[in-house]
């Protein structure tokens, strides 16, 4: 099996059912499958042959799903890119890569046209301008190439299971993106597990306004959808508002977002003016949510909700399941259906086997094993050497298992606190805040002191603005489940946290505007 099979095998059986919804604009399956293949044709035309890299630098849409299907098609290598990246940023990605092409958004003509001065290694360019007048010279217009195909059934190579699919670059939150390797036996395993997990069907709705240049939005939201012929809606850019307005216009049924857009919408001041009956399940993950907007979530959004735990080598991992969202909140539930996790000791300094766990409720690192998990990172076999080992992925990632089998994660290896000669997880501490009255979102990180080498510190969203510091001070004195060491020595009240766009907050931007702050 092959990703273009199983597109594929869902035009055959639901030829008429709609698969795609894109600005006013609707597909059937066997209308967009003509698309895809008169693309494809095209970027053969171009010379992409199978194994070729090609890359899209487009908004969430249409021109983004429609070029990844297509490269599908011809046995090539989708390569998404992250639509906010800088042109330094895309043409470091464009080389690591090889990309042959580049499809580009309407919106993106300057960054690109300064990425082809610094970059001669891509043959073509793309634009997907609303109509050829507006296309630089020497670039394509993509809806003419597509017009203008002769042959829409271009040979299609079937590849094997190992071959890769994708390359999926990773945030880059520890230094320069690397390009994940994804086979087309990883993303069908991927994509099966979640069909599995959400009990997916073909009249299922789903909203998309997770990026697709993302494993949460593409491998495991977009074609496990697509795998069951149900309907894609995208939205082009996030807003709480539109989002709402969405889901009510096309009853949809099922939705992916991070903690922070289902707060947002959830405490919009016209959030009762929209039905969303029609959702019977949301998939989060990224971050926290509070008890209060967990609850406030079931009784006024959607009944079931899935707080997911993942990453870019592996995809979705552990579940927290809708009839456990309350009772364990703040775990990441448990491993999925084609996943094994163990939790080894955390010392970078020995080489830790996968026998070698942690004893019940220890902290330690987290690996996982499963069809799903990556081939490697793209020309880089040292970084793929640490990742990958005895054919488990070890994760970085700190993570401790309760007495009921859930798992809780403690924040990244690297996030650790040293204060005073002890060892803090901030997660720990994060967990403690969430459950204060006030507190919308927290992220906690160790900046700089002479005297302790770091000092605990809060950055705190209030959803209510009569939250002070000796409240919050006071809330994790009395918690009862906070030692005074661990405590936050400062506490910093910020309008929003900066998060990348899986919801991941970006921890290395808070320590990079306070340490020298803190130190001064």
């Known amino acids: 099996m092959d990703i273009a099979t199983i597109f594929l095998q ?35 035309d171009l010379g992409v042959r199978p194994s070729d890299r090609v890359a899209f630098y487009v908004t969430t849409s249409e021109n983004s799903v429609t070029t990844y299907f297509a490269t599908q098609m011809l046995g090539a290598v989708a390569v998404p890119l992250n639509f906010r990246l800088a042109a330094g940023e895309v043409a470091y990605t464009l080389s690591d890569s090889g990309a042959r092409i580049l499809v580009y958004g309407r919106s993106l003509t300057e ?32 809806d003419t190439l597509v017009e203008q195909a002769v042959d829409i059934h271009p040979p299609r190579p079937v590849p094997s299971g190992d071959q890769l699919s994708a390359l999926v670059y990773t945030s880059g939150t520890t230094g320069r993106p690397k390009g994940v390797m994804h086979s087309h036996d990883n993303d069908i395993a991927i994509a099966m597990n979640c069909v599995m997990e959400y009990g997916l069907q073909p009249t299922d709705v789903a909203l998309h306004i997770a990026p697709l240049y993302h494993v949460g939005g593409m491998q495991a939201f977009f074609i496990p959808h697509l795998m069951v012929g149900g309907t894609n809606v995208v939205e082009g850019r996030y807003e709480a508002l539109k989002t709402l307005e969405t889901i009510q216009a096309h009853r949809v049924t099922t939705l992916f977002a991070v903690p922070t857009q289902i707060q947002e919408m959830l405490f919009h001041p016209r959030f009762r003016e929209f039905d969303v009956s029609s959702l019977r399940m949301i998939t989060t993950g990224g971050a926290a949510i509070a008890a209060t907007t967990m609850r406030n979530v079931i009784n006024e959004f959607c009944p079931n909700i899935f707080n997911g ?4 080598e592996a995809s979705l991992t552990l579940l927290l399941r809708p009839q456990d969202a309350l009772k364990h909140l703040g775990s990441v539930g448990k491993p999925t259906l084609i996943s094994q996790c163990r939790i080894i000791p955390n010392d970078p300094e020995r080489d830790i086997t996968p026998e070698q766990t942690v ?33 488990w992925v070890y994760t970085g990632d700190l993570m401790r298992q309760d007495a009921d089998g859930f798992y809780h994660f403690h924040g990244r ?5 040293v204060s005073g000669g002890e060892n803090i ?28 080498g770091a ?25 009862g489940d906070l030692a005074s060491f661990k405590r936050p020595r400062r506490i910093v009240f910020v309008d929003e946290l900066p998060i990348n766009p899986s919801g991941k907050v970006l921890k290395r931007e808070l320590l990079a505007q306070y340490a020298q702050e803190a130190v001064a």
């Open 10 to 44: 869902s035009v055959e059986r639901y030829p008429k059912h709609t698969a795609l919804i894109f600005e006013e604009q609707r597909w059937t399956y066997a209308d967009w499958y003509n698309r895809v293949c008169r693309f494809a044709q095209a970027l053969a």
């Open 111 to 142: 960054s690109v046209l300064q990425v082809q001065q610094r970059l001669k290694s891509v043959h073509d360019y793309i634009s997907c301008a609303y109509d050829a007048v507006n296309v630089p010279d020497g670039h394509h217009h993509f």
């Open 309 to 312: 735990y993942g990453m870019t």
């Open 359 to 391: 004893a019940q409720g220890e902290i330690g690192q987290l690996i996982v094993r499963g069809p799903q998990a990556m081939q490697g990172y793209w020309n880089n076999p040292s970084e793929t050497a640490n990742k990958l080992k005895r054919g």
């Open 413 to 417: 290896s690297d996030d650790m606190i």
């Open 425 to 452: 997880y901030p997660r720990e501490v994060e967990e403690i805040l969430y459950r204060c009255p006030g507190v919308r979102e927290a992220a906690v990180i160790g900046l700089p002191d002479p005297k302790w």
């Open 455 to 479: 000092v605990v510190t809060a950055f705190i969203v209030a959803s209510d603005s009569a939250l002070t510091v000796k409240t919050v001070d006071t809330f994790c004195r009395s918690s």
